[in-house]
């Protein structure tokens, strides 16, 4: 099948809004927000005021207005921001936890060898992407390296650990032969090795689609994470959450900020955010119906 639709000027994008029963108090604002959003963008936040129109139509249900769909894609906005936010501080951390373990257990380089890694041909490609981030890399400490040492040809691992995507680091943590390695690397955040690799996982993908300015209202993920069996507290928190959409990612973050920031108020702002915008229903993102009387929800006053 062919695509033939034409393109549609912002005034006919009004228009047709309006035929379909949407509400536009300032038009002048609603043109602004189509100019410098775009109309494809802002129309995964307005599905959800969609109701049953004739075949090959759309219509809104009575009362929608630009302002409340508008309300949703800023809440979606400052989501994505704190969400950054948490992941930069773990993932950070993480890094650190890996390089640390790994120099200490294996020296410098140790990660180099392919003898410490469950799947060599994983193992091979991580290098082979490793080396070719380091040709792009313009970093002062780069440079560094190359100018006055010819081997190793790659850097030691606290070198490798800021240079690597958090998509490798995930890799490389999940790919260490020894339960051992990925347990000392685990330990520090007070979860089990297998939670935390599914998390570093899942975690990659949440950041890959937040730095594309992805929505993560209402979004159904296809990277998932396995629920932690401890500590008790998240299981508990998760229970009865849907498992591909975002509370559990946001009940994991808080848990790992209490270990890498504790004294940063994350959670609280996450809760002051989802209060602010009655547009923005926590079962969209997979919240349970009493996620406000749990404890992990709970903000200190």
């Excluded at 249900?61 to 979606?76: I, K, S």
């Excluded at 030691?156 to 390695?181: T, Y």
């Excluded at 159904?220 to 998240?234: D, S, Y």
Aim: proline share 5%; charged share 25%; aromatic share 10%.
């Amino acid at each position: 099948m062919k695509f033939t639709k034409p393109a549609t000027s912002i005034t006919d994008q009004l228009a047709l809004l309006r035929r379909r029963g949407m509400v536009i108090d300032d038009e002048p604002a609603a043109r602004h927000y189509l100019q410098h959003i775009s109309y494809y963008r802002l129309r995964a936040y307005w599905l959800t005021y969609e109701a049953p129109a004739a075949v090959g139509d759309h219509a809104f249900r009575p009362g929608t207005r630009f302002e409340d769909v508008l309300a949703l894609y800023v809440f979606d906005r400052q989501l994505r921001l704190l969400v950054m936010d948490a992941i930069e501080r773990v993932e950070v951390a993480l890094r650190a936890g890996w390089a640390h373990h790994m120099a200490m257990t294996y020296g410098s380089h140790g990660y180099l060898d392919p003898a410490h890694h469950d799947s060599v041909a994983n193992h091979a490609n991580g290098l082979d992407d490793l080396a070719k981030e380091i040709r792009r890399s313009n970093d002062t400490f780069v440079h560094h390296y190359r100018r006055k040492y010819t081997d190793p040809d790659l850097p030691p691992v606290w070198m490798a650990a800021e240079i690597i995507s958090f998509g490798q680091l995930s890799m490389w943590i999940g790919n260490l032969k020894l339960r051992a390695d990925r347990q000392a690397i685990s330990k520090p955040f007070g979860l089990d090795e297998k939670a935390l690799v599914s998390f570093a996982h899942h975690m990659s993908y949440v950041r890959n689609i937040c730095a594309h300015h992805g929505r993560l209202w209402n979004k159904r993920f296809t990277v998932t994470m396995a629920v932690p069996k401890f500590p008790a507290k998240l299981p508990i928190a998760m229970r009865g959450a849907h498992d591909r959409m975002l509370h559990n990612t946001l009940v994991m973050l808080d848990h790992l900020l209490g270990v890498v920031a504790p004294d940063s108020g994350w959670r609280g702002r996450l809760v002051a955010l989802i209060d602010g915008c009655p547009q923005a229903d926590p079962a969209a993102m997979g919240f349970p119906a009493d996620w406000r009387a749990r404890a992990a929800w709970r903000v200190a006053t």
